[in-house]
């Protein structure tokens, strides 16, 4: 029944986390008019501290008026604590910051695939570090969903990639691998709802401070920035989404081990590429599709393949 209930989970976290990405990309060209891109080079993280920003309030509101943010306040003076807050800063500030050099270095296409390898070295991970098993097909499955990320979203490389690109770009992987496994572990004493809501408000509180400092050196004005994100409401939704897309991933790589929950969430590829084809009138190239269905039989194979790989 946890198996089932983790299932669910993981596949609701990869729906919203594709919903998340289709508004996000209405919201983001709307910002990016507000402050054009030539302007500021880092201008992918000023959107990353959007959306977790509003991921953070969403969550905080919600909790609130739930009447469960009392319960979380006691939970980070424990051990597991200072681990989401390591996973935090890894998986948002550092991860983002990396990831948005390796573009601007390397390119979007060589940082994209490099970057797509990180349910793999999450896998390698949780063997490494919290010994959750793995069966050969499980390995196979969770190099195709690494694949089939890849492909939907590669791009032609428009320049030549330097080492400073390809390091930043896979030091980003390393902090979103490391983020789930530091997160896996933490939560078996830290509640999922209390976890992800800690990670959003730090990873939110500190991105923007970052944007902030690169905005101010780059000398794009703040009232164009402030401007464009309080036009673009559909970014705002694209942030709520996003936080509750992360509190079912952190739920189901609870209830599943990190390999089923990354993968799981990897669905979300299948699930952009859907509401683009619907409501965007987007034209999907073969190998797009071609990713998609790696990614559907990587999920499936991950998902049949399962020893026990939870931490009690």
Known sequence: MRDMSGLVTGLGSGALWGLNNFLFAIGYGVLADAVPMSDF?????????????????????????????????????????????????????VGQACYALGVIWAGPSYALVITASYPILGCLMAKVFLHQPMKRSMWLGTLFVACGASLVGYLPAQAEASFWGILASVVAACCWAMEIVLATWGMQEIEPAAAITFREVISGSVLTVIAVVMLVFGGVPMAAVLAGVSESQVLWLAGAVAGFSYLLDYRANHLLGCARGMAMNATYIIWGVTLNVLFADATIRNFEWLGCFLVFVGVLLVACGFEDGRID
């Open 41 to 93: 080079a880092l201008f992918p993280l000023v959107g990353a501290a959007v959306n977790d920003v509003f991921a953070a309030a969403a969550l905080l509101f919600w909790y609130g008026m739930c009447g469960q943010l009392w319960k979380f306040i006691p939970q980070w003076r424990q051990r597991q604590g200072h681990a989401i807050l390591a996973a935090a800063l890894l998986g948002g500030p």
